[in-house]
C-alpha cells in the first residue's frame, strides 16, 4: 500500500486526531501538519469524524480546529469546503479555529465570506478555548424538530417490483431539511422492507431532490445502514448538480459505487447488469 492506502484504511490515524472533552462539551479535531492532498483524503478523515460523534451518543458538540502547519491542496478544498458545512450543520454549537497558516486562513475567509458563517480564526489554543468558553451549550434545549411531513407523503414513494426483485424510491422535488425528515422517510423505507422479508435491487430518482448541509450527515448514515442490511445493489439516477456532487464525494471514501445515471430506463439497465454479476459470482 502507498502511504495515502495506508492513511485512508487505518483509523488509528484518524483516531489519534480526534479527541473529545466531555467536560467541556468540545470535539477536538487535530488537522495540525496534515496533508489533505484530494477529496478522497477529505472525505476518509471526515467519515471517520462523523462515526466518533455518533459512538459518543451525544450529536452536540463544539468544535475546536487545530491547522497548525496543515496543507490543503486546491483538489481537495470543494470536498473539503462541503463535507465541513455538513459536518457543522449537524453537529456544531460553534466552531473555532486556531493557527491557520496564512495560506489556508485565507482561504478559510474567503469561504467565510461567500457562506455566510464566521471563520473564528484564533492565532493559539488558549484564545480559541476562551472563545468556545463563551458560546451557551445547546445541549439542555435541543431543538426537537416537527415533522414536516405525514406518512402518506412517503407511503407513496416507495414501489416493490416483486417480479424484477426491484424496490422504487421516489426522492424527486423531495426537500430532507434536517435529520427529523430523514429519519422519519427511512423509517418508513425500513418498516416496508422488513414487512417483505427479503433484499431488494435499489431504484432510487433523485430528480429534483434537496438534501441540505443540516440533514447530510444523517442521510448518509442512514442510507448506509439500509444498503448494508437490504440492499442487493444501489443505482440512482437524475440527480441534480448538488446532490450529485455530494452522493460522489462520499463515494470516494465509503467504498461504494454512486452508479449515479441520466433517466430511469439507463439505471434500469444497470441494474441489469448487476443482477448479471451476482448470478455468475453464484
Not at 484564545?127 to 458560546?135: C, H, K, N, T
Not at 445541549?139 to 416537527?146: F, M, T
Not at 431532490?209 to 440533514?215: D, F, K, L, R, Y
Not at 448518509?220 to 448538480?241: D, E, T
Amino acid at each position: 500500500m502507498t502511504d495515502t492506502q495506508t492513511i485512508m484504511t487505518d483509523n488509528a490515524v484518524f483516531d489519534d486526531r480526534i479527541r473529545f472533552h466531555g467536560d467541556i462539551q468540545v470535539m477536538e479535531a487535530d488537522f495540525s501538519g496534515f496533508h489533505f492532498a484530494d477529496s478522497r483524503m477529505v472525505n476518509a478523515f471526515y467519515d471517520r469524524i462523523e462515526e466518533r460523534i455518533e459512538q459518543t451518543g451525544e450529536p452536540l458538540w463544539f468544535f475546536l480546529v487545530n491547522y497548525s502547519g496543515s496543507r490543503i491542496d486546491p483538489a481537495a478544498w470543494v470536498a473539503f469546503s462541503r463535507r465541513g458545512r455538513a459536518l457543522n450543520m449537524a453537529h456544531s454549537m460553534g466552531s473555532v479555529r486556531f493557527d491557520a497558516s496564512d495560506e489556508t486562513r485565507a482561504q478559510i475567509e474567503r469561504d467565510a465570506n461567500t457562506e455566510a458563517f464566521n471563520p473564528n480564526l484564533f492565532a493559539d489554543r488558549e484564545a480559541a478555548l476562551a472563545r468556545l468558553a463563551g458560546m451557551p451549550s445547546k445541549r439542555r434545549k435541543r431543538v426537537l424538530h416537527d415533522p414536516n411531513y405525514a406518512e402518506s407523503d412517503f407511503a407513496r414513494r416507495i414501489r416493490f417490483d416483486r417480479d424484477r426483485v426491484i424496490m422504487e424510491v421516489d426522492f424527486s422535488h423531495f426537500t430532507f431539511h434536517h435529520s427529523r425528515d430523514v429519519d422519519d422517510f427511512y423509517d418508513h423505507i425500513e418498516t416496508r422492507i422488513k414487512d417483505t422479508d427479503r433484499k431488494w435491487f435499489f431504484l432510487i430518482d433523485y430528480n429534483g431532490c434537496q438534501i441540505m448541509p443540516a440533514a447530510w450527515v444523517r442521510f448518509a448514515h442512514r442510507g448506509k445502514l439500509l444498503n448494508i442490511a437490504a440492499s442487493l445493489g444501489s443505482v440512482r439516477y437524475a440527480a441534480g448538480s448538488e446532490t450529485e456532487t455530494d452522493i460522489k464525494l462520499r463515494a470516494e471514501s465509503q467504498d461504494f459505487r454512486p452508479n449515479i445515471r441520466n433517466t430511469r430506463g439507463e439505471a434500469l439497465d444497470r441494474i441489469e447488469e448487476m443482477r448479471a454479476e451476482l448470478m455468475a459470482h453464484g
